[in-house]
């Protein structure tokens, strides 16, 4: 049991460590401090149920019906590439907020919106999470569950921190062009992923 949670632990901080859409989103939130915790638990959330569907067999289902990917695919780009012009666009104009005490406060719901469309419009989440692990997660039969637990508690360790000790940076980011440069990286992220999703 314990060598399944510890398997399943490793290989999803292994999937959601490097940097993409959603750490990326979470990161900058975390910095300015809005939302915090509703973006966390909503990004650890939705990766423990797709996990669970991956470990509960939906991970074949996805094989059977590759259409709903090329549809994620299509969509999850054009989201990217609009959510990366934002961020482009908030590097070059002069009149942007960049003091972290300052910044206007996005609703919750606006906030939760983007957040859920970085990460169920975005196939790579459901190539690591329902197809990968939920192919890993054979090799324990009788023991899924607690690979599934293992791996569920790994996001949730992750976002989290990842939220919360983004304050910590705050000292280099009270410099403007550190802003400018956080948004361009964003963009170019957000960009990156998109192009591959489309190629």
């Known amino acids: 049991m314990l060598n399944s949670a510890l398997h399943g632990f490793a290989m999803a901080l292994s999937l959601i460590v490097p940097i993409g859409a959603q750490n990326a989103f979470v990161l900058k939130q975390g910095l300015k401090q809005q939302h915090v915790f509703a973006i966390c638990l909503c990004c650890a959330l939705s990766d423990a149920i797709l996990i669970s569907s991956g470990v509960l067999g939906f991970s074949e289902l996805v094989t059977l019906h590759p259409h709903w990917l090329n549809i994620a695919r299509y969509l999850g780009a054009t989201f990217l590439l609009l959510y990366g012009a934002q961020h482009f666009y908030q590097a070059w104009k002069d009149e942007q907020h960049l003091e972290i005490s300052s910044t206007e406060v996005p609703s919750l719901g606006k906030v939760l ?17 329902v197809v990968l692990l939920g192919s890993i997660s054979t090799q324990y039969p009788d ?57």
Do not use: E
């Open 143 to 199: 023991t899924q569950l607690y690979f599934a637990l293992g791996a569920i508690s790994a996001s949730f360790l992750f976002f989290f921190s990842l939220g919360y000790a983004a304050r910590y940076l705050q000292p280099i980011f009270q410099r403007p062009k550190a802003w400018k440069i956080l948004d361009i990286v964003i963009g170019g992220v957000m960009w990156s992923i998109a192009i591959s999703l489309l190629n």
């Open 113 to 129: 919106f983007i957040c859920l469309g970085l990460t169920w419009l975005n196939p790579h989440v459901y190539l690591d999470t």
